[in-house]
């Protein structure tokens, strides 16, 4: 299995601050012939489903605002959240879907400080 | 818009068999275009990937829990259903219905559901 490791555990950030969540994983998630990095960013609120936030490394969803961004190839990648909002406190999680069985990171707690 | 919704048992007791059903509106499960998938979360914790299936029937299940895994598919009701057997209280969770774009990543999730398991 790959396994995906999330730093920092848990984050605190003033409103209006840089938030930057990293990911790494065990191997290699990038597909050579597609170039294609196969990871996927979820923000999970309390009480909530995970959502959706960025595929294929750095493309938003559709409806994801745009202080959203990841970056990052091969085993290493960075969820930034340029100016925190209080309503980006969540937990967040990054996801391989390179190999079967798909793997999440731990998650990040992302509060305002 | 696809929406999905879990629904089954909020208790199960230790060795039975967990049994839950999701629900999909807004789309057909028969399209083709996807697969579709079920994740659980244990309170407090992280997320874990069970299994998925394709509407023609094909499955792929996490080798952690294949042996008591089976995923299956209702044509005629637009739903997927789960079954978890010999069940114990490491299975405790919430339970997410999610699609997924022939195994990328999960959009949309269903709000899930808590299963205990519990004498």
């Known amino acids: 299995d790959i396994v995906m490791t999330q730093s920092p555990d848990s984050l605190a950030v003033s409103l209006g601050e840089r938030a930057t969540i990293n990911c790494k994983s065990s191997q290699s998630v990038l597909y050579s012939s597609k170039n294609k990095n196969y990871l996927a960013w979820y923000q999970q609120k309390p009480g909530q489903p995970p959502k959706l936030l960025i595929y294929?490394?750095?493309t938003r969803e559709s409806g994801v605002p745009d202080r959203f961004s990841g970056s990052g190839s091969g085993t290493d990648f960075t969820l930034t959240i340029s100016s925190l909002q209080a309503e980006d406190v969540a937990v967040y999680y990054c996801?391989?879907?390179?190999?079967?069985?798909?793997?999440f990171g731990q998650g990040t707690k992302l509060e305002i400080k | 818009q696809v929406q999905l919704q879990e629904s089954g048992p909020g208790l199960v007791k230790p060795s039975q068999t967990l049994s839950l059903t999701c629900t999909v509106s807004g789309g057909s499960i028969s399209s083709g275009s996807y697969y579709w998938s079920w994740i659980r979360q244990p309170a407090g914790k992280g997320l874990e990937w069970i299994g998925r299936?394709?509407?023609?029937?094909?499955?792929n299940y996490n080798p952690s829990l294949k042996s008591r895994v089976t995923i299956s598919v209702d044509t005629s009701k637009n739903q997927f259903s789960l079954k978890l057997s010999s069940v114990t209280a490491a299975d405790t969770a919430v339970y997410y219905c999610?699609?997924?774009?022939?195994?990328?990543?999960?959009?949309?999730w269903g709000q899930g559901t808590l299963v205990t398991v519990s004498s």
């Open positions: 294929w490394a750095s």
């Open positions: 299936m394709y509407s023609r029937g094909s499955t």
């Open positions: 999610a699609r997924d774009g022939l195994g990328v990543w999960f959009d949309p």
């Open positions: 996801h391989q879907y390179y190999s079967t069985p798909d793997t």
